[in-house]
T-cell receptor
Framework: GESVGLHLPTLSVQEGDNSIINCAYS??????FIWYKQESGKGPQFIID?????DKRQGQRVTVLLNKTVKHLSLQIAATQPGDSAVYFC??????????????FGKGTHLIIQP | DAGVIQSPRHEVTEMGQEVTLRCKPI?????LFWYRQTMMRGLELLIY????????DSGMPEDRFSAKMPNASFSTLKIQPSEPRDSAVYFC????????????FGQGTRLTVV
C-alpha cells in the first residue's frame, strides 16, 4: 500500500519577501543550536548557529532568534530568493564537555519561493 | 578541503545481501556521525564516534547494523542482512575539536533494498 510520510510544514513566500521559520526544541539542557538547509539530493548544509548565552545572532541575510523561556528558535531570511527553496532543519545539542555529541534534528520545514 | 566524502552515492541491493557504506571525514575532525533520513522518521542519529571510539550507538536500529572507525580518516556502516525497510538515505557527518561546533555532512548514500 501507499506509505505515509512525514507531513512537513510548508511555508510559501513571494520572492523578495522575508521568511520566518520556527522551531520548538525539547531539551531544556540544550546549549547549542544550528539551522541547516537541505536542497533536494544533497546533505544538510550549515546556515547559522547560536549558543544559549545569546538570544540573537545575525549572518548574511539570515537571523536566528532564541527564546529559552519557551524553548523556541526561529530563522529569519531576508529578501528571499529562488535559491532559498529547500527544507530547513533546526538542530540542538547539549555539550557534555567530553567531546562532540550528536545533534538532534527537528522534522524540518519546506520553504517554497513563489516567483 | 573536499568535505565529507561518502561512497557509494547510490546503492541498490537485494534483500538479504550485505551492504557497506563508507565515509571519509574532514581531515582534522575528531567526531564522526552516521545519520539515516527517511520520509517517515526524518533525520535520525544512528551512532557517533569521538577520536575513533564509538560513544553512543543507541540509535542503531538492531543487530543487523554495525559501524566501525578503524582510523581517523575512515568509517563504515554495514547492514547484514539488508531488508527493504532499510531503504533510506544515509548521511555521514564530521565535527571539529573545539566543542560546540557545526557538523559538516556528506552528500549521502541513497540505499534501496529490493
Amino acid at each position: 500500500g501507499e506509505s505515509v510520510g512525514l507531513h512537513l510544514p510548508t511555508l510559501s513566500v513571494q520572492e523578495g519577501d522575508n521568511s520566518i521559520i520556527n522551531c520548538a526544541y525539547s531539551n531544556s539542557a540544550s546549549d547549542y543550536f544550528i539551522w541547516y538547509k537541505q536542497e533536494s539530493g544533497k546533505g544538510p548544509q550549515f546556515i547559522i548557529d547560536i549558543r544559549s548565552n545569546m538570544d540573537k545572532r545575525q549572518g548574511q541575510r539570515v537571523t536566528v532568534l532564541l527564546n529559552k523561556t519557551v524553548k523556541h528558535l526561529s530563522l529569519q531570511i531576508a529578501a528571499t530568493q529562488p535559491g532559498d527553496s529547500a527544507v530547513y532543519f533546526c538542530a540542538e545539542n547539549q555539550y557534555s564537555g567530553g567531546g562532540a555529541d550528536g545533534l538532534t534534528f527537528g522534522k524540518g520545514t519546506h520553504l517554497i519561493i513563489q516567483p | 578541503d573536499a568535505g565529507v566524502i561518502q561512497s557509494p552515492r547510490h546503492e541498490v541491493t537485494e534483500m538479504g545481501q550485505e551492504v557497506t557504506l563508507r565515509c571519509k571525514p574532514i581531515s582534522g575532525h575528531n567526531s564522526l556521525f552516521w545519520y539515516r533520513q527517511t520520509m517517515m522518521r526524518g533525520l535520525e542519529l544512528l551512532i557517533y564516534f569521538n577520536n575513533n571510539v564509538p560513544i553512543d550507538d543507541s540509535g542503531m536500529p538492531e543487530d543487523r547494523f554495525s559501524a566501525k572507525m578503524p582510523n581517523a580518516s575512515f568509517s563504515t556502516l554495514k547492514i547484514q542482512p539488508s531488508e527493504p525497510r532499510d531503504s533510506a538515505v544515509y548521511f555521514c557527518a564530521s565535527r571539529g575539536r573545539s566543542g560546540n561546533t557545526e557538523a559538516f555532512f556528506g552528500q549521502g548514500t541513497r540505499l534501496t533494498v529490493v
